[in-house]
């Protein structure tokens, strides 16, 4: 499979903390995707960070890519509320002419009680 | 904003009947794309077209057809519904370029009974 982590996983932290996803995957790939689901809705993208890049930010995210390893990470600073979500990290692993995207099992983020 | 559409928003189905799921984008997006996701899992390709009246199975296209009658719209066919096929299914949108993001619509949650 694509993925080095095939179930969901969850995390709850208090708000102001500061949390990092990770992902891992096994194809290569030429950009990774961070999507975010909100309950009873379809992921958004939030960032998306290429192979040319090892960080990416976007106000208190940061996205960092690491080819080497095949990993992907996506931190939040200080944490709010309303960052509690799913959070998938996804790949494009025939990186061809068209999108494909292939998605992880997800994290399940909790902030607030 | 680009807008992605799904009907219906829910659905319950007997088994060995069909469902039709529908999707409207208004992007103008070349790509259109069907996922399924269950609970606890991250969302997996089923059926995608990059051009009207042309579709291309994805990774789990059994027991599923789909038809792009036109750039806007493009459909998912269950022609005899089971009970393994009970999950929240996502459509899709995106422009023609490599590692682009995916708009979604709200999704459909299909029960099969």
């Known amino acids: 499979s694509q993925w080095g982590e095939e179930n969901l996983q969850a995390l709850s932290i208090q708000e102001g903390e500061d949390v990092t996803m990770n992902c891992s995957y096994k194809t290569y790939t030429t950009v990774v995707h961070w999507y975010r689901q909100d309950s009873g809705r379809g992921p958004a993208l939030i960032i998306l960070i290429r192979s040319n890049e090892r960080e990416k930010r976007s106000g208190r995210l940061r996205a960092t890519l690491d080819t080497s390893s095949q990993s992907s990470s996506l931190s939040i600073t200080a944490a709010q509320c309303e960052d509690t979500a799913v959070y998938f990290c996804?790949?494009?692993?025939?990186?061809?002419?068209?999108?494909?995207?292939?998605f992880g099992a997800g994290t399940r983020l909790a902030v607030c009680p | 904003e680009a807008a992605v559409t799904q009907s219906p928003r829910s659905k319950v189905a007997v088994t060995g009947g069909k469902v039709t799921l529908s999707c409207h984008q208004t992007n103008n997006h070349d790509y259109m794309y069907w996922y399924r996701q269950d609970t606890g899992h991250g969302l997996r390709l089923i059926h995608y077209s990059y051009v009207a009246d042309s579709t291309e199975k994805g990774d789990i296209p059994d027991g599923y057809k789909a038809s792009r009658p036109s750039q806007e719209n493009f459909s998912l066919i269950l022609e005899l519904a089971s009970l393994s096929q009970t999950a929240v299914y996502f459509c899709a949108s995106s422009w023609d370029r490599e590692g682009e993001r995916l708009f979604f619509g709200h999704g459909t949650k299909l029960s099969v009974l």
């Open positions: 996804a790949t494009d692993p025939l990186s061809g002419s068209f999108n494909k995207l292939t």
